[in-house]
Each structure stands twice: as structure tokens, then as C-alpha cells.
């Protein structure tokens, strides 16, 4: 079981900044993937970037050039920093956790509020 606590939401006005945060708890495989994921009203839950262990970071086209993902291994913590944000930002933020040994082994937060406002 891995636990994960977010924290970083909130409001904001179009062009401002937030940096979102999660950390891992529980049986931590070294070999692992953590992200962001969100979902607004009405749409379904979306990527908007990933970090291996290893460094690897994947975004979403929308978030590319204005999202920074970055994790602390010895913590077992990761980081969004979003900058430029847009009204269209607007979600539920979640932090993901996932194997990359044991393919099952997928794990969600409990979710963080993001409001940008026009």
C-alpha cells in the first residue's frame, strides 16, 4: 500500500502561479512513476505530467512550457510548479503513484482543488 497526501491547491488569477505538492508513504518500490493528473467538470480525468525515478518527465501538450514536474527520490515527494496558469487550468489536481515493476500497483491522492479565475 502506498499513501499519498497533496497539498498546494487553491485560487488564483489567470497568469499567476501555484506549485502543488504530494508525498509517499507505505511500500515504496525504488522502480516507480509519480504524477499529475486532473479532471474538470464534466470531463474525464486527464495526464498533465509524469517523473520516473529515473527523471523521466512526460507532459501534456497544454501544459508544455508552463508546468515544471520535479520529485525528491530520498523524500518520496513530488512537485508541480504551474506557471502562466489559465482559467482553463480549472480541476481537481491528482497525485499518482504507480510500479513500474508490479503493473497493478497504482495508487491515487485524495485530490487538490486548482481554480484560475478570468
Known amino acids: 500500500q502506498v499513501q499519498l497526501v497533496e497539498s498546494g491547491g487553491g485560487l488564483v488569477q489567470a497568469g499567476g502561479s501555484l506549485r502543488l505538492s504530494c508525498a509517499a508513504s507505505g511500500s515504496i518500490f525504488r522502480s516507480n512513476v509519480m504524477g499529475w493528473y486532473r479532471q474538470a467538470p464534466g470531463k474525464q480525468r486527464e495526464l498533465v505530467a509524469t517523473i520516473s525515478s529515473g527523471g523521466n518527465t512526460n507532459y501534456a501538450d497544454s501544459v508544455k512550457g508552463r508546468f515544471t514536474i520535479s520529485r525528491d527520490n530520498a523524500k518520496n515527494t513530488v512537485s508541480l510548479q504551474m506557471n502562466s496558469l489559465k482559467p482553463e487550468d480549472t480541476a481537481v489536481y491528482y497525485c499518482?503513484?504507480?510500479?513500474?515493476?508490479?503493473?497493478?500497483?497504482?495508487?491515487w491522492g485524495q485530490g487538490t482543488q486548482v481554480t484560475v479565475s478570468s
Open positions: 499518482n503513484w504507480r510500479s513500474m515493476v508490479v503493473m497493478t500497483d497504482v495508487y
